[in-house]
């Protein structure tokens, strides 16, 4: 389809006017898919054993309140069932939060560059999205946007660690975030990277729920858990919330297979192997950082399952995120470009790291 064909019939022009997301491409000829910060490891057979039973049952619809999966969430955070709701990937939290609270008219703050579906989250309810820049650090400026907090500000987005970036905000300057906003204004921790996080300062969802009752935590097992192609995430927080987000929520989004696929993967023997595949992931992110900044270039602190080049070649940066892009994909390795930002390249097979570096290398030397 032509992205630049006009439409036959009227569609509104700020619909128009905002690009669509763009799902990581895959490559076309041998090497590495690095552009979507994707598990490289293969389900567990336990998992897999789970969806082939699961699968038998694909003529009926899932049960809608999924209480065994919604139990074992909430007393990870230490809650009752209430607080927690299901949908297809976190970013369809996303999409119902900001449709829920923010109209025609109202606002909702977000740091950039960071998740890429965040402009597009206000279209449906005609709400406008306030982009507020990172720091020189590329991290979240949380001064500068509590300062762009107004009467019309109804959502504050964080995502943390954040993407593409890859600093985490910490508990402290959290909390003193949090003193700026008004009680009644929503705030979503966007925790989709969170299983990847070592920093012990790192603030965590289920140690600030109980004292912001307008946070919601926001967590999916797309990453960690490696069920992407299944959809499914989570948010937790105050029930009358959810239950809001429900109401502007796709019904029956939620398929059995990817209840049965969690389920699954919340198990104990399943837990020890995550974990395990969750610690070499972030020993390859740390390495591949680590391999970046000896080639002189300022990669930021990493807390995700991805590490971020930026640009601007005089700052320890690349000159051109398109053309180092260019330069991956013609050796067969594909990573995710944010014009005039910088690189994002997920940790991804213990292979990549090699490639990535020989790479970057030869693009820094051409």
């Not at 049960?63 to 990937?89: I, K, N, Q, T």
């Not at 597009?120 to 999205?129: M, Q, V």
């Amino acid at each position: 389809m032509s992205e630049n064909a006009a439409p036959p019939v009227r569609i509104r022009a700020d619909v128009l006017a905002t690009p669509a997301y763009r799902q990581g491409a895959t490559p076309t000829k041998p090497g590495f898919k690095l552009s979507s910060n994707e598990n490289p490891f293969s389900p567990l057979p336990g998992v897999l054993e789970a969806i082939a039973r699961r699968s038998e049952e694909s003529n009926r619809y899932a049960a809608a309140a999924m209480p065994e999966l919604r139990a074992g969430l909430a007393g990870e955070f230490g809650v009752s069932l209430d607080h927690v709701h299901l949908a297809a990937g976190s970013v369809a939290i996303l999409y119902q939060l900001v449709h829920a609270a923010a109209g025609s008219g109202d606002e909702y703050l977000y740091a950039w560059p960071s998740f890429e579906a965040y402009p597009a989250l206000g279209l449906a309810s005609g709400a406008s999205g306030v982009a507020v820049p990172l720091t020189a650090g590329a991290e979240h400026d949380l001064d500068a946007m509590a300062a762009a907090i107004t009467d019309r500000t109804r959502v504050i987005l964080l995502c943390t660690p954040n993407n593409p970036t890859g600093p985490a905000i910490r508990r402290a300057e959290f909390e003193r975030f949090m003193a700026r906003v008004p009680s009644d204004t929503l705030v979503v921790l966007d925790e989709a990277y969170r299983e990847f996080v070592t920093d012990p300062e790192a603030v965590r969802g289920e140690d600030v729920l109980r004292d912001h009752p307008n946070v919601i935590v926001l967590r999916t097992f797309s990453k960690a858990y490696g069920l992407a192609a299944l959809r499914i995430g989570y948010g937790v927080g105050h029930p009358a919330i959810l239950s809001a987000a429900a109401s502007v929520g796709i019904p029956l989004s939620v398929t059995g297979i990817a209840e049965s696929a969690a389920l699954a993967s919340l198990t104990p023997e399943a837990r020890t192997v995550h974990a395990e595949r969750i610690a070499e992931i972030v020993r390859r992110r740390d390495a591949l950082a680590a391999g970046l900044r000896e080639l002189g270039l300022a990669v930021p602190e990493a807390q995700g399952n991805f590490v971020w080049i930026p640009e601007g070649g005089e700052r320890g940066g690349i000159g051109d995120s398109q053309a180092l892009a260019a330069a991956f994909a013609e050796a067969g390795t594909l990573v995710r470009p944010f014009a005039g930002h910088g690189v994002r390249i997920s940790a991804g097979e213990a292979e990549s790291l090699d490639e990535v570096l020989r790479v970057v290398r030869g693009f820094l030397a051409g």
